[in-house]
């Protein structure tokens, strides 16, 4: 019996076991289950494995359950019963992708934070998540536009946190349906467009849109929520902000005043165009409000009253006879012609005035710049000769001539018309104030001019051999000098068309000696005025000469160099401004002695155009040589040099 109840016993063991297997698989059935999924060990790690920059998570440690019934052991994580039931990620410097899909998996995941954070990037699709109540995404850098059913179907949301993000286009409609909504924050985005008509009129506890870019009414429901939660959007509209019609009222009175200011601008923008077309226009075609040369001739005549007899020139507006009358004579081929009243037109300057005539200088239409002399008295000469004399000054050509371009004859006016020589007169280069743009003439500078005007008087002898005075009123101001310092005569071969008495009273050639002496010039005369004139080069003096009606041996310059001389006060001589090599003072007394031969009072003891053009050929034309001054090593005792000259 005993074995048999041993047995019964035996027998009924395994079911026992059997039973009790069964009930641990049965236990361990939800356990095996829920592993078949992840756990949320794995769900985290894999979550967090597409994160960046994250070290705050560093204590999300596999072998440490997450959660321990409401305490969180990992950093951020928030459970409650063992559960996860939030996540909390805030102020962690995360970047990343939040990887939604696997918190899909978190049965109990209610909250989601992962405010000031540095995500980029799209909103999450957190409508995954459909059983949230709240999303915080605010301070971070999520921008785009949100879907606008990104939020449909989460029927239990109530805290929507974006503030502070990049998020643009309009709010999604979805938020305005959310049945529980409680909080919203949208602002500090860029939301455009209206404001959805959101429904939860009692509900809604907090709702801030400011600091948008929204437009157009408020939606009545929202109407008695405090105006700070809808400030910062310029175009919004209606209570509890000012009324629509106001505000387009005003919207209007803005469009119309940037419409008034843009005409402005644009008026203004014509007007400054216009006026430098204007400027343009007005510096290559004189206006009338610029002088023209007919002004100048006018204000000229008007201020010399006794000198000058009225203006004779042909009206612009008069009588076409008259017109015709007044033709300008073009004696070379080479120039563009123009007429006289382009001439008159012409906006001019008054270079000089002085008994002999004024000078203008003239720009016409084109660009061509020009000198007109205006002479006074030339009344003598009948037409034809005039115009012979003029012709014959048309043939004559050498580079260091200034060539006459054109004339004008009336009765009682005549104009000569040459080129305009751009670096002045060698009086205002010698006599003229000196700074670092316009130094004093160095000694190969003084040695070029020289020679030039040596060459331009021996060519006029040559040309017009017939005539007493080739140049008959040489002196520093009607040598010009063109743009490499070459002189240019002046005012030359005048003798045979100006009347006779102001010859007398104005001309260089009636200040010399042998007029002073015998009333007579001579085929030397030019000479002596030549002779002057390198005297006053190389001494730097402005000569008497000029200034006196007739020659006056006490102011001769010639006279004075002289009296250095014997006076044995030679370093008083040179221009001390010359520069130049040392080893040029031996030239420079050369010159002077030249010079003075040129002067001398008695005519036949003076050179003649052959031998002073011969001697001053054979000075060697060189550069200059730093700051060397030849005339200041000139002593005293090279005197001695000129003695007897
Ligand atoms: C944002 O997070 C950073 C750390 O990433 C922290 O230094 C800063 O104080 C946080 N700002 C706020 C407003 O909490
Ligand atoms: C709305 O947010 C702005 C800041 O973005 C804040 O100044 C304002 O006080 C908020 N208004 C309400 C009602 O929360």
Request: hydrophobic share 35%.
């Amino acid at each position: 019996m005993v074995k048999g109840a041993r047995l019964g016993s035996l027998t009924r063991a395994p079911s026992l076991t059997t039973l009790i297997f069964s009930l641990v698989v049965m236990l361990s059935c939800p356990v095996m289950s829920s592993s078949f999924g992840a756990s949320d060990t794995e769900i985290l790690l894999k979550f967090k494995g597409s994160l960046q920059h994250s070290n705050a998570l560093n204590n999300w440690d596999p072998n440490v359950e997450p959660c321990e019934r409401n305490r969180g052991n990992w950093a951020g994580v928030i459970c409650l019963n063992g559960n996860v039931r939030g996540l909390q990620l805030e102020n962690m410097g995360l970047m990343g992708t939040i990887d939604v899909d696997s918190l899909v998996s978190l049965r109990y995941l209610r909250t989601l934070s992962f405010m000031n954070n540095t995500f980029t990037g799209t909103m999450p699709t957190i409508k995954k998540l459909s059983a949230l109540r709240s999303v915080y995404l605010s301070y971070n850098h999520f921008s785009g536009e949100i879907p606008d059913d990104a939020f449909a179907g989460m029927s239990l949301l109530k805290k929507v946190f974006l503030t502070n993000n990049e998020f643009t286009g309009k709010i999604p409609s979805s938020l305005a349906t959310l049945p529980g909504l409680l909080v919203l924050r949208l602002d500090e985005n860029k939301f455009q467009g209206h404001i959805p008509n959101f429904q939860q009129r009692d509900s809604l506890k907090k709702f801030n849109v400011s600091n948008n870019n929204l437009e157009g009414p408020i939606p009545a429901s929202l109407s008695n929520l405090e105006t700070s939660s809808f400030s910062g959007n310029e175009y919004l509209c209606g209570p509890p902000l000012e009324s629509c019609e106001s505000c387009s009222r005003r919207q209007l009175v803005l469009k119309i005043f940037i419409v008034v200011i843009m005409v402005v601008l644009f008026v203004a923008v014509v007007a400054a165009l216009c006026s430098i077309f204007y400027l343009r226009k007005q510096s290559s075609v004189p206006l009338d409000r610029r002088p023209t040369l007919r002004d100048q001739m006018i204000n000229v005549v008007a201020s010399y009253p006794n000198q000058a007899g009225e203006l004779k020139l042909p009206e612009s507006t008069g009588h076409r006879r008259k017109v015709e009358h007044g033709k300008l004579s073009f004696i070379r081929d080479d120039r563009d012609k123009f007429g006289l009243q382009d001439l008159l037109k012409s906006s001019a300057e008054v270079l000089g005035s002085a008994t002999f005539g004024s000078s203008y200088k003239a720009t016409i239409t084109g660009g061509q710049t020009l000198v007109v002399k205006r002479y006074r008295q030339m009344n003598n000469v009948g037409r034809e000769e005039f115009n012979e004399h003029m012709r014959r000054l048309g043939t004559l050509s050498h580079p260091n001539l200034l060539p006459l371009v054109a004339y004008y004859y009336r009765r009682e006016e005549k104009l000569l018309i040459s080129d305009f020589v751009e670096n002045g007169s060698l009086a205002s280069l010698l006599h003229g104030k000196h700074n670092e743009n316009q130094p004093p003439p160095d000694w190969p500078t003084r040695l070029r001019i020289i020679k030039g005007v040596a060459r331009g008087l021996a060519y006029l002898y040559d040309a017009i051999p017939s005539l007493t005075l080739p140049h008959g009123h040489l002196k520093s101001s009607n040598v010009l000098l063109d743009e490499s310092f070459e002189p240019l005569l002046a005012d030359y071969a005048l003798s045979p068309v100006i009347n006779p008495d102001l010859s007398r009273q104005t001309m260089m050639a009636y200040k010399s000696p042998e007029y002073a002496q015998h009333g007579s010039i001579t085929k030397k005369t030019d000479i002596w005025s030549f002779g002057v004139l390198i005297l006053e080069i190389l001494t730097g003096r402005f000569p008497e000469n000029y200034l006196t009606q007739v020659h006056d041996t006490d102011t001769d310059l010639a006279s004075w160099v002289n009296k250095m001389i014997t006076g044995k006060r030679m370093s008083e001589v040179f221009d001390l401004d010359i520069g130049g090599a040392k080893s040029s003072k031996g030239e420079l007394l050369k010159l002077l002695k030249i010079g003075l031969s040129c002067c001398e009072q008695e005519v036949e003891r003076r050179l003649d155009i052959k031998d002073v053009v011969e001697k001053i050929e054979e000075f060697k034309e060189e550069e200059s040589e730093g700051d060397n001054y030849a005339s200041s090593v000139v002593n005293d005792g090279d005197a001695n040099a000129l003695r007897g000259v």
